[in-house]
């Protein structure tokens, strides 16, 4: 199973090493981390994806808190907004462009670089529609390809 | 006032009166600072010896252990004796002088990341870079390392930074928002303790190191008498009730007692506190103690549920949450339990064969002619036949590497503790092979006249795994033969100027010890011991508690 985390921490140097540190040592597996900042100068917001058991989540949940520079850590439950942006340079002859721009459309993906043989695809949305944006792309052939990882937020109370 | 000053001061108003470490260039400032301080400082001959005996100095008294090293060696030199720190959650606070900022990341002399290797092995570590940080990053490593559940913090000064001119203002509070140990304990899951207690046909307390660690014991042992339960101890926890309280059933694990680790195995509720099942304490985990219902009281939340289940979480102080369940418990008569344990009691108790100059021998006498002395250990066969047979009565009475493991532990640890309470009598039991590995400190007790007495089990081998390989491994005795029936170690104490005694018969044992007891001065006694002896009962590796072993 993957389980998303969000964690605040204090915006100090040396925060993401003890992070990782931290999922080196008790062998945790990180598939994707993700860092920046937030509505607050002095914290940083960390999302994390990690692949493992309740019991994996439960120690990884716990793990972090005891960093002494972490405020918070929630584990982001199903059906939260979750965003991931990538980059795409597919390869894009003149004959192919119609098609790869109607696609592109479909998915609400912007064209943001073209040059002579390729485009640029910039492509945001929960990861399973990158992905499915990434498989069609592979037929086209893909050059270059860059993840962020995910940022997610819990939604807001709907009542 | 120069930062190294102001840090001098700051040391003094944590209340340290003494710390344990060795200069050099990177932290000289800092050395400048402290000669003109009332803080003692004791050069130890080693960085792992300043560390460990920091350490025992925190076991022993209760208050925050200081060391200082230098850069790079100095530094990489702690290491151990951090980790030791930080396995058994001991509160100690380690300065390490750095280069200069402006070289930091350049490989320059003597430079080492000594935060980037210690951040697996202390509590929080710090790298001051601007020297306004100094006082705030102080305040903050001794309330970090003493507070929720205790350990080691590391501050890394680089040289730049100690000479730089600061305000001494030191803060009144630290203000730390991501760090607040929770210390009452659930008040519905407390009642739930209590509920499962009375319905207990057959309860154990399992008392770990967390106990002493709170100063609890008061509260355990009012506790145990309330339900009434048998009290079962982790090797840390050995001290936090009278071993001769009968209720006590001494430790559990590998090499515990057999009658403790049948009533751990057939309890039907355990209540755990301060420990965090350790393998060398549970045995074969799948297997332990399948009928018990597990109460876990523990400061650190990420402690619960991590080795065994658990059916009542309680994260909290372990002196506060004890109080306050020994209110919702009544006495209840269980005398079919009270029976069995008894009888397993009589039937197995903790032996060996008295023939020849045996060491379990030796620890008898001493536990009998020193009953009051802080006992530390080495790691090996000497350490479990003083957990064994050294009964301890009282909190901090007993100090051992049970997280780490570390050989050449005991020693440095036995001068921390001397330092703390220079009126006892303070002895490390040792190995040969373990005393070796920080010998070098008979140097520092004999220049700061810190009488620690060294008992040392000397069976030439390095027994606890000639032991292993005995039995496991076909006798096969890879690489543990170190000989040292051929090491004068009486001649070896005299060089540093400390008094030797070679023991070669138990006649002789009772007579030496009293000696060394009213020696003040440190003394190290060779004891001349069968190499053959083994440490049982013993819980094969994979085994479970119940599946302890005795010698044929
Ligand atoms: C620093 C360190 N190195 C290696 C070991 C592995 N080890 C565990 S017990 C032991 C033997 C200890 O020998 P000695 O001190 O003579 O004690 P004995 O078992 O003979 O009483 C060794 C090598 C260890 N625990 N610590
Ligand atoms: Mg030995």
């Known amino acids: 199973m993957r389980h998303t985390i969000a964690v605040l921490v204090e915006n100090k140097p040396?925060?993401?090493?003890?992070?990782?540190?931290?999922?080196?040592?008790?062998?945790?597996?990180?598939?994707?981390?993700t860092v920046g900042t937030t509505e607050r100068e002095d914290l940083s917001r960390m999302t994390i994806v990690v692949e493992?058991?309740?019991?994996?989540?439960?120690?990884?949940?716990?793990?972090?808190?005891?960093?002494?520079?972490?405020?918070?850590?929630?584990?982001?439950?199903?059906?939260?907004?979750?965003?991931?942006?990538?980059?795409i340079r597919v390869h894009a002859?003149?004959?192919?462009?119609?098609?790869?721009?109607?696609?592109?459309?479909?998915?609400?993906?912007?064209?943001?670089?073209?040059?002579?043989?390729?485009?640029?695809?910039?492509?945001?949305?929960?990861?399973?529609?990158?992905?499915?944006?990434?498989?069609?792309?592979?037929?086209?052939?893909?050059?270059?390809?860059?993840?962020?990882?995910?940022?997610?937020?819990?939604?807001?109370?709907?009542? | 006032m120069r930062a190294a000053d102001a840090l001098v001061k700051a040391l003094e108003m944590e209340?340290?009166?003494?710390?344990?470490?060795?200069?050099?260039?990177?932290?000289?400032?800092?050395?400048?600072?402290?000669?003109?301080?009332?803080?003692?400082?004791?050069?130890?001959?080693?960085?792992?010896?300043?560390?460990?005996?920091?350490?025992?100095?925190?076991?022993?008294?209760?208050?925050?252990?200081?060391?200082?090293?230098?850069?790079?060696?100095?530094?990489?030199?702690?290491?151990?004796?951090?980790?030791?720190?930080?396995?058994?959650?001991?509160?100690?606070?380690?300065?390490?002088?750095?280069?200069?900022?402006?070289?930091?990341?350049?490989?320059?002399?003597?430079e080492a990341d000594i935060t980037g290797i210690t951040m697996p092995v202390t509590k929080h570590n710090y790298l001051i870079t601007d020297p306004k940080d100094m006082l705030k990053t102080v305040k903050e490593a001794f309330h970090i390392a003493s507070t929720g559940r205790p350990g080691p913090v590391l501050i890394d000064l680089p040289k730049d930074v100690t000479v730089a001119d600061i305000e001494f203002e030191y803060p009144k509070k630290v203000s730390l928002p991501g760090y607040k140990p929770k210390m009452e304990g659930h008040p519905k899951q407390i009642k739930r303790a209590a509920e499962l207690i009375m319905e207990a046909e057959r309860p154990m307390i399992l008392a770990g190191g967390g106990v002493i660690i709170s100063n609890a014991s008061k509260e355990l042992v009012e506790l145990a008498e309330t339900i009434p339960a048998f009290v079962a101890t982790t090797?840390?926890?050995?001290?936090?009730?009278?071993?001769?309280?009968?209720?006590?059933?001494?430790?559990?694990?590998?090499?515990?007692?057999?009658?403790?680790?049948?009533?751990?195995?057939?309890?039907?509720?355990?209540?755990?506190?301060?420990?965090?099942?350790?393998?060398?304490?549970?045995?074969?985990?799948?297997?332990?103690?399948?009928?018990?219902?597990?109460?876990?009281?523990?400061?650190?939340?990420?402690?619960i549920g991590k080795n065994v289940r658990v059916d009542v979480p309680i994260v909290g102080d372990a002196k506060k949450v004890l109080a306050k369940l020994k209110k919702y418990v009544q006495?209840?008569?269980?005398?079919?339990?009270?029976?069995?344990?008894?009888?397993?009691?009589?039937?197995?108790?903790?032996k060996y064969n008295p023939d020849g100059f045996k060491p379990q021998y030796v620890i008898e006498r001493a536990c009998e002619i020193m009953p009051d002395a802080i006992v530390t250990t080495e790691v090996g066969q000497n350490q479990m036949w003083?957990?064994?047979?050294?009964?301890?009565?009282?909190?901090?009475?007993?100090?051992?590497s049970g997280g780490l493991g570390t050989m050449g532990f005991g020693f440095p640890a036995a001068i921390g503790a001397q330092v703390a309470?220079?009126?006892?009598?303070?002895?490390?039991?040792?190995?040969?092979?373990?005393?070796?590995?920080?010998?070098?400190?008979?140097?520092?007790?004999?220049?700061?006249?810190?009488?620690?007495?060294?008992?040392?089990?000397?069976?030439?081998?390095?027994?606890?795994?000639?032991?292993?390989?005995?039995?496991?491994?076909?006798?096969?005795?890879?690489?543990?033969?170190?000989?040292?029936e051929k090491t004068g170690f009486e001649a070896i104490a005299r060089g540093f100027g400390a008094i030797g005694m070679t023991i070669e018969s138990p006649s002789d044992v009772d007579d030496a010890l009293r000696e060394a007891k009213e020696i003040d001065a440190p003394v190290v006694i060779d004891f001349r011991v069968d190499y053959q002896a083994n440490v049982f009962p013993m819980v094969p590796p994979g085994a479970a508690l119940n599946e302890i072993i005795d010698e044929e």
């Open chain 1, 93 to 159: 002859p003149p004959e192919k462009r119609g098609e790869i721009v109607e696609l592109t459309n479909i998915f609400r993906a912007r064209i943001v670089d073209v040059s002579r043989d390729s485009f640029i695809i910039e492509v945001t949305g929960d990861e399973d529609k990158v992905n499915a944006f990434i498989d069609l792309m592979r037929q086209y052939g893909i050059k270059e390809l860059a993840r962020t990882g995910k940022v997610a937020m819990v939604r807001g109370n709907k009542k």
């Open chain 2, 331 to 350: 006495y209840k008569q269980r005398k079919m339990w009270e029976d069995k344990v008894s009888e397993w009691r009589r039937k197995y108790p903790l």
């Open chain 2, 421 to 484: 309470f220079p009126e006892k009598t303070v002895i490390d039991i040792a190995g040969d092979g373990s005393f070796f590995m920080n010998i070098q400190e008979l140097a520092t007790c004999v220049k700061y006249e810190i009488p620690v007495k060294v008992l040392v089990l000397n069976n030439g081998y390095l027994g606890m795994v000639r032991q292993w390989q005995e039995l496991f491994y076909r006798e096969r005795y890879s690489a543990t033969c170190i000989g040292c």
């Open chain 2, 386 to 400: 003083a957990a064994q047979f050294f009964k301890v009565k009282y909190p901090r009475q007993f100090i051992t």
């Open chain 1, 14 to 33: 040396g925060v993401l090493a003890r992070v990782a540190s931290l999922f080196r040592r008790r062998g945790f597996n990180i598939e994707s981390l």
């Open chain 2, 235 to 303: 090797l840390m926890g050995k001290g936090s009730i009278p071993e001769n309280h009968p209720l006590c059933l001494g430790f559990i694990g590998m090499h515990g007692s057999k009658y403790a680790n049948y009533a751990v195995s057939e309890s039907d509720l355990i209540i755990a506190v301060g420990c965090r099942f350790s393998d060398r304490t549970t045995g074969n985990l799948a297997k332990f103690a399948p009928d018990a219902k597990i109460v876990h009281i523990d400061i650190d939340p990420a402690e």
């Open chain 2, 15 to 110: 209340g340290v009166e003494v710390v344990f470490g060795i200069p050099g260039g990177a932290i000289i400032e800092v050395y400048d600072a402290i000669y003109d301080s009332g803080i003692e400082h004791i050069t130890t001959r080693h960085e792992q010896g300043a560390t460990h005996a920091a350490d025992g100095y925190a076991r022993a008294s209760g208050r925050v252990g200081v060391a200082f090293a230098t850069s790079g060696p100095g530094a990489t030199n702690t290491v151990t004796g951090i980790t030791t720190a930080y396995m058994d959650s001991s509160p100690i606070v380690v300065f390490t002088g750095q280069v200069p900022t402006s070289m930091i990341g350049n490989d320059a002399f003597q």
């Open chain 1, 52 to 87: 493992g058991d309740e019991k994996v989540v439960e120690q990884v949940t716990k793990q972090l808190n005891k960093l002494i520079e972490t405020i918070k850590v929630s584990e982001i439950s199903e059906g939260s907004v979750e965003r991931e942006l990538c980059l």
